[in-house]
């Protein structure tokens, strides 16, 4: 007869001593995994709730800006929307994630928004040459109680006190049309959803890429 005695403490404190220098390695691993999954489905949910008119543009900002480090005090891993090179254009963005009203900024008394006549180049976008800020509208006169401004490229606009009015063009053979129409508020729908998506991510998968890290960590350890 064969006795085989094990010594479950000693064995137990040496699983719990590796499992304990390990593990900062595989909590790593899985938020990282975890962070970069949710930034693929940030972006996928952009495809299915906005026409994107630069789509390369859009998917660079869902970013992942700080990585987890086995070394830290505390395991983080962030994803933010950030615009390429200048974050003061992340609004493009973010505003969708808790909607709301936009409103004028300043002294204005209307949003441009652009009008189904305004010629768009074939990605869809508004070419530079006629937004707003590049038609040069200047202050003109006024005819019956309307402020009338006139710009280049044949453009004028015509704003009522309460703010109503809209940008227009006379082009040739004197068809008058419409680029912009002036609106006091748009209304934006919270259509972004990018907590939403990471939180679900995080719920669905960390679990599995964490036990996939650990097992891992485990199998490499020294």
């Known amino acids: 007869m064969i006795d085989v005695r094990v010594d479950s403490a000693a064995l137990e404190s040496y699983l719990a001593n590796m499992i304990a220098k390990q593990l900062p390695f595989a909590i790593t691993k899985a938020l990282n995994d975890t962070a970069r999954a949710a930034q693929t489905a940030i972006r996928e949910g952009l495809t299915q709730h906005f026409t994107l008119r630069r789509r390369a543009w859009a998917m660079q900002n869902v970013k992942i800006t ?40 300043g002294a204005s008394q209307g949003l441009a928004v652009p009008a ?32 009338q ?23 040739k053979g004197g068809r008058v049309v419409v680029l912009y129409w002036f609106q006091r508020s748009v209304r934006i729908k919270p259509v972004l959803q990018f907590r939403a998506t990471a939180e679900r991510v995080m719920t669905e998968s960390f679990p599995g890429f964490m036990n996939a890290a650990l097992a891992n960590a485990i199998r490499t350890a020294r």
């Open 149 to 171: 401004y006139k710009g280049v490229k044949g453009t004028f606009a015509v704003q009522r006190a309460d703010g109503s009015g809209g940008i227009l063009q006379r082009q």
């Open 66 to 105: 700080q990585f987890a480090q086995k070394r830290q005090v505390e395991f983080v891993a962030t994803i933010a929307i950030q615009a390429p090179g200048d974050a003061s254009r992340s609004d493009i963005l973010s505003k969708f994630e808790a909607g709301g009203v936009k409103r004028p900024i």
């Open 116 to 147: 189904e006549e305004i010629k768009r180049t074939g990605g869809g976008l508004i070419p530079a040459n006629l937004r707003p800020r590049a038609l040069q509208l200047k202050f003109h006169g006024t005819a019956g109680g309307k402020v």
